[in-house]
């Protein structure tokens, strides 16, 4: 499986971005978001399943959003209300036949 991210770049305080990540595949389990900011490990930000389930870390709780279409093969995350500290390079993942996938990450900066 791979899996190709879009949407990074630069966004302002307060602002929104939507990042999107195509798989290359059909996915039957879950799929998510994660973030890895300098010298910080790699945490998770958010992640849906094939039914629609959401889970998200409680930094992002009310402003970011994930979404997924089935039918794309893709999975996407609006962010909203960005703050600085949402400055990191995010990652999106997929589970496929137990087994875990990682996309090659895109850059958000949040700076004004």
């Known amino acids: 499986v791979q899996l190709q991210a879009f949407g990074g770049g630069l966004g302002q305080p307060g602002g929104s971005l939507r990042l999107s990540c195509a798989a290359s595949?059909?996915?039957?389990?879950?799929m998510g978001w994660y973030r890895q900011a300098p010298g910080k490990q790699r945490d998770l930000v958010a992640t849906?399943?094939?039914?629609?389930?959401?889970s998200y870390a409680d930094s992002v709780k009310g402003r970011f959003t994930i979404s997924r279409d089935n039918a794309r093969n893709t999975v996407y995350l609006q962010m909203n209300s960005l703050r600085p500290e949402d400055t990191a390079v995010y990652y999106c993942?997929?589970?496929?036949?137990?087994?875990?996938?990682w996309g090659k990450g895109t850059l958000v900066t949040v700076s004004s």
């Open positions: 849906i399943t094939r039914a629609g389930t959401t």
């Open positions: 595949r059909s996915i039957s389990q879950n």
């Open positions: 993942n997929a589970h496929y036949a137990s087994i875990e996938y």
